[in-house]
């Protein structure tokens, strides 16, 4: 015999739907949810994003490099001032140049803006030569450790020593002197293109400057035989110049080593 097929009414049928609509959940309390999600993926996204890296690191870099130069700056000014007091109190005492006597008899033996003059001299030139040398892509590797730096401020000392020391015929032998020891503290400390034409610009702004305050009477020099100075003048500043640029640079390279 032959089963009779099911009938549809002895089926029992289940929907899902109420099953669904047993946990409902608000649709406003999951929208919020999805949003503040969303949002937090966004931020996320946005402080990890390369352009954002890039930006803080920019940032960082720009705070280091303003701290490097305030530190060179101020290492420079330091020194600028104390080679200041001394190479002016010698060049004094040989009575080279002649200050007015409320000036002498100060506690430095000099007059008070020299020191800080010199001292500001002194970090300008010393930043403008590391910066000259990234322009022109020639960083300067000639002899860079502290050793040499040291010797080049003491063979500077020694030719100003000299300036005030040596007794010439007449002021052109000293002169000649004095440039022969200058173009050999060059060679034998620096030799780049860039440290010549800096130390040459050096000694023609300086040696101006200085005539201009000899013409209008700030202070003199005794036996002058170029206008108002004496002629071995600019050899003195040429071989300051570069000194305190070997110092900027020996200061760049090692505020570099460390970052």
């Keep these: 015999m032959e ?3 099911p009938r549809v009414e002895d089926r029992t049928w289940s929907c899902s739907c109420t099953a669904r609509g047993r946990h409902r959940i608000p649709l406003g309390g999951t929208a919020t949810e999805l949003a503040a999600k969303v949002g937090e993926m966004l931020s996320t996204s946005v402080s990890s994003s390369p352009l954002t890296l890039v930006g803080r690191r920019s940032t960082n870099s720009n705070l280091n490099l303003s701290k490097d130069v305030v530190q060179r700056s101020l290492v420079l000014f330091t020194v600028g001032t104390f080679l200041a007091l001394v190479l002016n109190l010698l060049q004094i005492q040989r009575n080279v140049t002649l200050f007015p006597e409320e000036v002498i008899d100060t506690i430095f033996s000099s007059a008070w803006w020299v020191p800080p003059c010199c001292g500001t001299a002194a970090a300008v030139i010393g930043l403008l030569y590391p910066c000259i040398d990234s322009h022109l892509g020639e960083p300067h590797k000639f002899k860079r450790e502290w050793a040499s730096v040291m010797r080049c401020i003491a063979v500077f000392v ?7 020391k040596l007794d010439f015929a007449n002021n052109i ?3 000649l002197t004095l440039a022969a020891l200058s173009l050999g503290l060059w060679w034998t400390f620096d030799r780049s293109r860039s440290g010549l034409g800096l130390g040459i610009t050096i000694a023609f702004v300086a ?4 005539q201009f305050l000899v013409y209008n009477g700030v202070y003199q020099y005794t036996s002058p035989d170029f206008l108002y100075i004496r002629s071995w003048l600019p050899c003195i500043f040429f071989s300051g110049g570069v000194t305190v640029g070997n110092i900027g640079r020996q200061l760049a390279m090692v505020i570099i080593m460390h970052v």
């Design 3 to 5: 089963k009779p097929a």
């Design 158 to 164: 020694g030719i100003n020593h000299a300036s005030a």
């Design 173 to 175: 032998q000293l002169s």
């Design 207 to 210: 040696t101006l400057i200085t």
